[in-house]
């Protein structure tokens, strides 16, 4: 039976089913400041927006929100209500540093104390926010169930706040530089090469970057290293994940630390309303209890330092490249893979089971992964580049790649079904092609199935998505591979581009063409042929001609669309293929719509502004000619 009321506030992300859990009975909610000017009680149960849209709307900047913490009068009421009852009052509220509720707490305990004389009511600022706040709140209840008085249980979260640990990689900046923890400039420059900026709490209540890491898969690695060398007792712990609209890569933190750690427990939630106002999307990080964190965090800066800076032995190296690997999903008996260019996102491929390989882009020398995640540009920042005439050029997906990916399913006994780019586009079919037969003497049991798909983007992620459903049903590697090959051309596309100056720079249409098609507003459509090349077949004046055209020519090709899924892939401009969704559901009721982000590689092709449409339906028979 508690003796008091533990009372935090919204800062604490703590969902309805933890906070029974911990008797938390009341919270001090604050306000949630929408972009479009109204106000609601920021709602730890998201009430009034779900964590997804609430994440998505942020997206490339363009939702801001504001928060404001609990009011005085607000503060009074809830305390108030348990003093009322007879109940002492522990209020453990977000890092002062960080928020005025902790000032708010005191003022109104103070007054409280006047009128309830007999009642005791203590005030902690946790010098915490996000998820470590409902680290020390578990920690408090377990020291309240352990029959402590309330001024033990203070004193206990006063002496345990500062071995609440964070580490985790953020990969997007903006929101910090937009409540004052970085400069513009840094978080510019981060976000643009794909920086991880990775941080502990300091003793003032707000966090410190150690150190930046690029790319998730480093980033991880060494927030594992970190939690080995500051963790306490991690097989007594409840170990807290927390991201902010990064579910798939909570999952993989959480696998890490659960294989390395074995805690008693890991909980993954997303960070809540007014922590999220300020962190923004991209926050994925471990919550945990360890060793006392040092003034400055010199220890802390020392240990990171010391990761940054050690060199991987030869096995470290091998089981680097083996994690790699094992990330990709393998659900059935064979692998789907397939590569940059079929814009599958994360979600859309962990629910069936794919994953691709990556080819690289080129922006001024500097070459980078090709992620369908944005993993070192934003999607936003990325086409902001093209618009500002930096020129993208693109590679194929690397030998070494290929082989580690193909041996790692095969030395697992698995087929493999990998569904490549068009070979009119890219060349990584061929060598991919090449590698298959090479393996096929080192593993004669199982094999590598490479389908051309005669297509990319969506009409290529459409065939992913094909043969993963093939597997589960039971197909084999072999009647899925020749299946989509047989049907590959039953993929019909029908899109525009903004302009015609990025199919010129990658030698789509002659110089000409291009120059006197965006002087008089042609707008190209554009269809994948049956050799696979794209191919410019009709023209037509204007964005909502070429719109319209668009939509009577897919509902045209497709099979039985009460039945079927629209397939929809834009470069960065969601606007455009929201209208041109409207125009093809107008014509016909598809079952379902996927829209999907045009990935780097099919981008550097198409430019900023670009729409497709892929439906499943008639054969294609047009072959491209100038």
């Known amino acids: 039976m508690r003796k008091f009321a533990i009372i935090s506030d919204t800062a604490c992300d703590l969902n309805a089913e933890m906070r029974e859990r911990l008797d938390m009975q009341d919270y001090l909610h604050g306000i949630l400041y929408f972009p479009d000017g109204h106000e609601e009680l920021s709602d730890l149960d998201w009430g009034n927006i779900s964590p997804e849209a609430y994440y998505e709307s942020m997206k490339d900047k363009k939702a801001l929100y504001r928060t404001a913490c609990a009011t005085i009068g607000e503060t009074t009421e809830v305390f108030e209500k348990h003093l009322a009852q007879g109940e002492d009052v522990l209020s453990i509220a977000m890092s002062s540093s960080l928020s005025c509720t902790y000032q708010n707490c005191c003022a109104v305990a103070e007054e409280l104390r006047k009128k309830y004389p007999e009642r005791k009511i203590i005030c902690v600022d946790s010098l915490r926010y996000s998820t470590s706040l409902a680290v020390l709140l578990m920690l408090a209840d377990a020291k ?30 903006f929101f910090l530089v937009k ?10 420059f981060g976000t643009l090469v794909g920086v991880n900026p990775m941080a502990d709490f300091n003793h003032k209540g707000m966090a410190t970057v150690l150190a930046k890491f690029k790319g998730k898969r480093a980033a991880f690695d060494a927030t594992i290293k970190y939690m080995e ?34 805690p008693k427990e890991i909980i993954i939630n997303p960070v809540g309303q007014a922590c999220g106002a300020a962190i923004g999307p991209g926050l994925c990080a471990a919550f945990y209890v360890g060793t006392p964190i040092s003034e400055d965090c010199v220890n802390e800066k020392a240990i990171m330092d010391e990761i940054v800076n050690a060199k991987p032995t030869a096995q470290e190296a091998k089981e680097t490249a083996e994690k790699e690997v094992s990330t990709m999903i393998t659900n059935g008996s064979f692998a789907v893979l397939s590569d940059s260019t079929c814009d599958l996102a994360a979600d859309v491929r962990e629910k069936y089971g794919v994953d691709y390989v990556k080819m690289n882009y ?29 020129r993208v050029t693109t590679t194929q997906v690397t030998r ?79 009647e899925t591979a020749a299946f989509i090959t047989a049907n590959r051309l039953k993929v019909n596309q029908y899109g525009t581009v903004a302009s015609l100056e990025y199919l010129r720079r990658a030698g789509r249409v002659k110089a000409s063409k291009a120059f006197f098609g965006n002087l008089f507003g042609v707008k190209p ?19 909502l001609n ?34 041109l969704k409207e125009e093809i559901l107008k014509l016909a009721p598809f079952k379902g719509v996927m829209v999907s982000c045009i990935g780097p590689i099919v981008g550097a092709s198409v430019g900023p502004g670009t729409v497709i449409a892929f439906v499943y339906g008639q054969e294609v028979t047009i072959e491209g000619k100038e």
């Open 546 to 579: 070429a719109r319209l055209e668009i939509a009577r020519l897919i509902v045209e090709a497709a099979e039985d669309p009460e039945n079927s899924y629209l397939f929809l892939s834009h470069a960065d401009c969601e606007e455009d293929i929201e209208a």
């Open 525 to 543: 459509i554009i269809l994948s042929d049956v050799i696979g090349q794209n191919f410019a077949f009709k023209k037509v004046k204007g964005t």
């Open 400 to 478: 070494d790649t290929y082989l580690k990916a193909f041996t790692a399913h095969l030395e697992a006994g698995r087929d493999v079904v990998y569904i490549s780019c068009s070979s009119a586009l890219s060349g990584s079919v061929n060598l991919a092609t090449l590698i298959a037969e090479e393996l096929k003497e080192k593993y004669p049991n199982n094999r590598v199935y490479c389908v051309d798909s005669l297509c990319s983007s969506l009409g290529q992620g459409m065939m992913v998505l094909k043969a993963a459903m093939m597997r589960d049903e039971g197909k084999t590697a072999e």
């Open 229 to 262: 060398k500051t963790i306490v007792n991690p097989q007594e712990q409840t170990i807290f994940v927390a991201h902010s609209n990064r579910e798939q890569a909570a999952q993989t933190l959480a696998e890490m630390i659960k294989e390395k750690f074995s």
């Open 144 to 173: 309240r169930q352990a029959g402590a008085t309330i001024e033990e249980t203070a004193a206990y979260v006063d002496e345990m706040k500062h071995c609440v640990h964070q580490m985790g990689p953020m990969d997007d900046l």
């Open 362 to 390: 080129v922006i001024d020398g500097t070459e980078y992964p090709a992620s369908l995640d944005w993993e070192n540009h934003s999607a936003r920042e990325y086409y902001d580049l093209m618009r500002g005439g930096k």
């Open 179 to 188: 409540t004052g923890r970085l400069t513009n400039f840094k978080a510019f």
